[in-house]
């Protein structure tokens, strides 16, 4: 594409001036001159205005701070990317599932038994397939104080404090052995949910995939916050029992459709593959319906019924079997149009917009009309499982004739829905009120994902979007065949859409991701009081007090106390045999912002980081003879490199 090349409008420059003249103070000659530096530099880099106009609106000077952070899903890095808006700034990676050197996690012992607690069936599980993050909400808007993410591979979801942005938990259920609707949040976070994927028989054993109708199942989890503690908690959860679908995302009801849930499906057909068997390829048996099914759930219904005793403990979770579901009317199903993926509540909680990845259309059902429905019992059949089928002409408000290949979907607070479009490799915004598309971007490239400050909440800002787009094919410069993805910060605030920065994320394919105000989050300096352990937000009770260091040989082994303070670990001679077990306990004593110590011992793998006032415990087995420097691993001080000391193990 060949840009056009012009002098900037005296309109634009004066704009430009504005700033400059506001950046360094300047006075009228040096304004002049400014106006011809700035026509020069963008003659010289090939800038047009609107290349001009969008670095004005995304340039963020050193020192100031970003207007909103987006938590993003890290895709198969198994963790969460968090980044400044406008400036699409990396401000941190959030290691969850997977071992993280520089934040240390993992590696001490306190981090590598939540990471381990991530485990199953005693396998180690060292990555995650992370989808969908979510903010903690009180009355459907993010209140900042925690974030919950899916691994869709295993089937797990983890609870992160975005007090110190490190992870406190991690949650699985057998029931499950991969996940996709999750994690998502009622709207106190009363519950995070997690809705299967690929049903497997549950509770994990071994069934025939002959009798994949019969024995298969999936499921969806509640599971319960306690808000208090700042985890989840597992006995307090249950879980429904659903049909063999591919149940795909979810979303929570909100204000009018508070208590409830929706799920979209596919798979309805209940194909499972064996193109090398005589049966249909799965993806094809897959798509052979018109019709699959949004479910549609009554989650305080479910825990009334579960509080009533009406379950069954399968696989240590507490289940609401499918008959029971249907007794009690839980569960209905309304169709959705083939091969649906996505399913977003409008922020008044009374619509609910499903995509159809095969269908140009977006479906936008009355959850009004859905719920006079299930009271009248008014059904246009039921599923080969006895759930009841509602007529799906009655359920919705219309559709929309939005593109090709539409998937997700977020909203402005005024009017307006965004949905990506996959195969378009475009954005559209469409008018909620008569479903009409009003404007489409086009995104480089594929999109998934579509986001909007607080574009799933019940007060969305508006403001910005980002295109989650999958292959940043063309965008920067070569890196070898494995494409990075893209994010795509678009301004949705003026009339038309404007493209403003390209992010490019190279660390695994994220999916979702959440926008929320900087000013919500109130992040932590520092932990006190000294000697706090990050996993349990607790003292540790081997915390170190400067002036109690010291070397205990005990019946499990050597105990050391270590304190770590600019610049220097007390003790910083350790004396052990060949063979001890080691215990070192170490504290970070200082309660200064900047004051972050590493700590790492040479050929043991051994490698922590210490925030200031954190306490860390490493358990190690002396195994070899020889003389190991330890020493800080950050750049802590003048003397950071005199932080050092050794090991010394006696043969
Ligand atoms: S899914 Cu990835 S683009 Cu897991 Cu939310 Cu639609
Ligand atoms: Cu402490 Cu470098």
Redesign the pocket.
Known sequence: MKRFLLAASPLLVLALLLVVGQGCGGRDGAIAGASADIQKLMKDRNLNEENVVAALKTYTPTGVHDEYYIFASGGHSGQVIVIGVPSMRILKYIAVFTPEPWQGYGYGDQTTALLRSGDRDGRELNWADT??PALSETDGTYDGQYLFIND?ANARVAVISLEDFTAKQIVFSELLRSD?GAAFVTPNTEYVIESGQYPVPLGGEFVPIEQYQEKYRSAVLFWKFDREKGRIDTAKSFAIELPPYMQ??ADSGKLASDGWMFINSLNTEMAFGGNLEGRPPLESGASQNDMDYLHVINWRKAEEVVNAGKFETVAGTRLIRLPTAIEEGLLHFVGEPKSP??VDVTPDGREIVVSGKLDTHTTVYSFEKIKGLIEQQKYAGKDPFGIPILPFEEAIRGQAEIGLGP??TQFDGNGYAYT?L?IESAAAKWSLADLKVVEKIPVHYNI??ILVAGGDTVKPDGRYLVA?N?WALDRFGGVGPLLPQNFQLIDIAGEKMQLLADLPIPLG?P??AQMIKADKIKSVNAYTPIGIDPVTDQVDPYRVVSGEEGIERKADGVHVRMTAVRSHFTPDTIRVKKGDIVHLHLTNVEQAHDATHGFSIAEYNINSSLEPGEHVNITFKADRAGVFPFYCTEFCSALHLEMAGYLLVEP
Do not use: N, Q
């Open positions: 989808h969908h869709k996709h795909d995302l993926h996505g998937l997700h990506s996959f998934g994902h989650m999958k394919e999916h979702y």
